[in-house]
């Protein structure tokens, strides 16, 4: 029994030891592991340079429009028509048409582009032929520019190539009347141009040339060719003086002014703080001498401004206000709404134009509202495109012309003819044809209406 009993003891003592580590009579002792190979390291191998083919990619969209600048082409459009040429010759027959061009002949965008090659270096004198417009870049910059409508007129420049290749892109656009569009070069030394050949010119091959029907969608650049609208005043009628007498550094957005009887003139700023500013020192003709300070802001597009015994009314997209100046140190105190009851949503287009000022009465312009891109909105909220009556005393008004688009201007008549003046400016007249008008409507009661075209363009 006692040697049982001594048994059970050595192996008590041994499971002990095993499941205690603080009882081991041995260090732990790390178990060897086996060598682990490294990770192998992913090798990129460059892309392939893609395959070329003599010749350019030229590409075609159709634009529902005429065209008077090359315009921006909205991206993620497939063209209408899209081939290698082997060089750039494209022209029109008697009918305006090409076989290259398929059937488009009227209105439409062209892009050429591939690789020009070069094997002699030197100077290289390009020139680029085309009707309408056309502009050609060589490895980004811009080297010919010839945009605008024209007949088949050429455009020369002088080139110092590399030997290699050069990345050449080519902007075309086509209004009516056939169409041409050819590069040619002259090779250093050589007495003479040519087509440059196809052994020139290069494009990636096997690409997909993918096409679908229909017009596209472009971006008509900004035309500035008018004073006031990207050119400066030149001259003026004779019986004014022409003076420039801003001071340094003011650069107004001016909506409307009209002058103070003691020779301050007050001007309404279409900017982002909608501003009021009275300009001292204007008389004197000398900008050095001409202060402005600002003697209200926070207005809503204030488009028009009269002075009435030197109360100043200011015309607002949404009301027709009167700045108070109760303390008399230059600074309006009070915003004082005289009339408000027309109605306007939150279309940009929806201005309010004026003002004018006669025996009690004001007179403004309302603009209609029209979508991104010229196109009147459908329905229109009541009452737009008027011209209003506003009686000074009490703010009510009458409407006494209507049918007008963007009447943007409105003026006592000639040697104080009571009748009034309404200048509308870009008149639309058919899809996507503006033509700039500078039409005068005498406004008197009773009510004028101006028609509205079966189009339904308003005629202004």
Avoid at 232 to 239: G, M, N, T, Y
Wanted: contains cysteine.
């Amino acid at each position: 029994m006692q040697t049982r009993n001594g048994e059970i003891a050595s192996a008590l003592a041994l499971a002990l030891s095993l499941a205690l580590p603080g009882c081991r009579s041995a260090p732990d002792v790390e178990p060897a592991r086996a060598p682990v190979a490294p990770t192998p390291v992913a090798q990129i191998t460059p892309e392939a340079p893609r395959p070329l083919t003599n010749g350019l990619w030229a590409r075609f969209w159709l634009v529902d429009e005429p065209l008077e600048k090359l315009p921006v082409l909205v991206a993620n459009q497939t063209p209408n028509v899209s081939v290698v040429i082997p060089t750039l010759d494209l022209s029109s027959d008697a009918n305006d048409a090409s076989v290259t061009t398929a059937d488009l002949r009227y209105t439409f965008v062209t892009r050429v582009e591939g690789v020009l090659r070069i094997d002699e270096p030197g100077e290289y004198v390009l020139r680029l032929t085309s009707d309408d417009g056309s502009r050609l870049s060589i490895d980004g910059a811009l080297a010919i520019d010839h945009d605008g409508l024209h007949s088949a007129t050429e455009r020369d420049c002088t080139l110092k190539l590399d030997r290699g290749e050069h990345n050449l892109f080519i902007e075309h656009f086509q209004t009516y009347g056939g169409f041409v569009l050819r590069l040619e070069w002259k090779r250093p030394g050589a007495p003479s141009f040519e087509t440059v050949p196809a052994s020139a010119l290069a494009t990636p091959a096997g690409e997909m040339l993918i096409t679908s029907p229909g017009p596209k969608k472009v971006i008509l650049p900004l035309l500035k060719g008018a004073p006031g609208d990207g050119l400066p005043l030149e001259a003026v009628h004779p019986s004014f003086d022409l003076a420039t007498v801003r001071p340094e550094g003011f650069e107004p957005r001016v909506g409307g002014m009209d002058w103070l009887s003691d020779g301050r003139l007050a001007i309404s700023l279409w900017d982002a703080n909608g501003s009021v500013y009275l300009l001292d020192g204007v008389e004197t003709g000398d900008p050095t001498k001409v202060t402005a300070k600002r003697f209200a802001s926070g207005l809503a597009e204030p488009l028009g401004l009269a002075v009435v015994d030197d109360r100043i009314f200011v015309l607002q997209k949404q009301e027709l206000t009167e700045l108070v100046d109760e303390d008399r140190d230059g600074v309006a105190d009070e915003y004082r709404a005289l009339c408000s009851g027309w109605d306007v949503s939150a279309n940009f287009h929806e201005f309010a134009f004026g003002l004018a000022y006669k025996d009690g009465y004001f007179y403004a312009n309302l603009a209609i509202a029209i979508e991104p891109g010229g196109k009147s909105s459908h329905p229109q909220i009541s009452g737009r495109g008027s011209t209003l009556k506003i009686a000074l005393a009490d703010g009510t008004f009458d409407v006494v012309a209507h049918g007008e688009r963007t009447p943007n201007g409105i003026g006592i008549g000639v040697d104080g003819d009571p009748r009034f003046l309404a200048i509308a400016r870009g008149a639309r007249f058919g899809r996507g044809v503006w033509v700039l008008s500078e039409t005068t409507h005498a406004v008197a009661e009773p009510e004028l209406a101006i028609p509205v075209l079966d189009n339904g363009a308003h005629a202004e």
